[in-house]
């Protein structure tokens, strides 16, 4: 029997046969409030909406088995660091990170592991799949969280962990001291799930010189270089784990042509740099652009991503809020718990359209 609670309810996610709701699904969209999927602004995921470009992929990539080219991993080696880490470390690609998620509660010793309340919703699904135990800690903020996890590990350090640094929808981030105070604390994995890092890497634990052996760490490729369809997610961590990881995953895990793409991505810095300033400069912009309607709205909370950014809203806003953007074609993501409805919407590439969107909001809020 699981030992599993949920602390935080979250109202659209699924009991253990449904699928998992995320946010990109377009189609269902368009099947419950209408209209075709070009008409809605997607501001529902955490995906950069300026994709690295993706030019023609050669034959070669298509015809071939697709064996770990070595340009690819050098381009990976060359992006990710992993050449500082210690020699008991290793690394896998795989095609995305949540292939590795699933298999994780049955690869990892037995014992129970502590999620994060607001966090990428299938780690509680895995495990909860895997008949292995879970439980929640608080994680709408950085002071609670620790407080939290400090006396759980000093209650019981037979437990694993994951951090999703930064969290996805709530924004918090921990210093990698931090986390390596908890890795040591810890009779069991610390699995830090870094996909939304790559807007700030000096904040990735990879930067470090040396590393415990009981850290996971999971970089996904889709988020920052707003390639998701592509499915490439990479994985550090001890030697064992990595070995029956990679064995479980099996032969060719990372298609021909994404390693082509990939790579591209990669290894052009000069684009990164273009876009950790172009998404810095287009979140500024959409703060502003939403502060009024936020101060209107008397928000209590609220947290921002490179990518995305999040607030709390009481349940009768959230509904509010949830009618017109469906009128309006602009696809949001909600959760609804006892605090309220969490609203995340990603970074905006149209600003115009959402300049007309909180124009609306705020009219409808002042009649109110
Ligand atoms: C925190 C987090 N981890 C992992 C994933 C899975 O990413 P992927 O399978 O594309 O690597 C997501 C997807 O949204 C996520 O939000």
């Known amino acids: 029997m699981s030992e599993s609670r949920a602390a935080f309810d979250q109202g659209t996610e699924p009991s253990s046969d449904e699928q998992i709701a995320h946010g990109g699904n377009l189609a269902q969209a368009c099947q419950q409030w209408g209209g075709s999927p070009a008409d809605w602004l997607d501001l529902s995921t955490g995906l950069s909406p300026y994709p690295y470009p993706v030019s023609e992929v050669p034959s070669h990539c298509w015809q071939a088995l697709p064996y770990l080219q070595a340009d690819f991993l050098a381009a990976t080696q060359r992006y990710y660091r992993p050449s500082l ?29 502590l999620l994060p309340e607001l966090g990428y919703q299938e780690y509680q699904r895995a495990w909860q799949l895997a008949g292995q135990p879970w439980r929640q800690y608080p994680s709408w903020d950085e002071p609670s969280a620790a407080l939290h996890l400090d006396q759980q590990l000093a209650l019981n350090p037979r437990q694993h962990l994951l951090l999703i640094q930064p969290n996805n929808p709530s924004g918090i981030l921990f210093s990698q001291q931090q986390v390596l105070n908890w890795a040591a604390a810890l009779d069991g994995t610390l699995i830090v799930d870094e996909a939304f890092i790559d807007q700030r890497p000096e904040q990735s634990m ?27 997610a990479f994985a550090f961590g001890s030697q064992p784990l990595i070995n029956r990881l990679q064995q479980h995953l099996g032969s060719w895990p990372v298609n021909g042509p994404s390693q082509w793409l990939a790579k591209q991505g990669l290894q052009d810095q000069e684009w990164q740099q273009q876009q950790r300033q172009r998404h810095q400069h287009q979140m500024q912009a959409q703060q502003q652009l939403l502060a009024p309607l936020l101060r209107a709205w008397q928000v209590s909370w609220q947290q921002q991503q490179g990518l995305f950014c999040s607030w709390l809203l009481t349940p009768k806003l959230g509904k509010e809020l949830a009618e017109l953007a469906a009128k309006e074609r602009i696809l949001l993501r909600y959760w609804h718990g006892p605090k309220g409805t969490l609203v995340r919407m990603g970074l905006c590439a149209d600003l115009p359209r959402l300049a007309t969107f909180t124009a609306k909001l705020l009219s409808a809020h002042s009649q109110d």
């Open 206 to 232: 990879l930067n470090l010189a040396s590393l415990p052996n009981n850290l996971l760490l999971l970089r996904s490729f889709g988020k920052f270089f707003g390639l998701a369809g592509l499915r490439l």
């Open 85 to 113: 880490l210690p020699d008991s470390y290793s690394m896998l690609a795989c095609s995305g990170s949540q292939a590795l998620i699933a298999l994780l509660p049955y690869l990892l010793k037995a014992q129970p592991i």
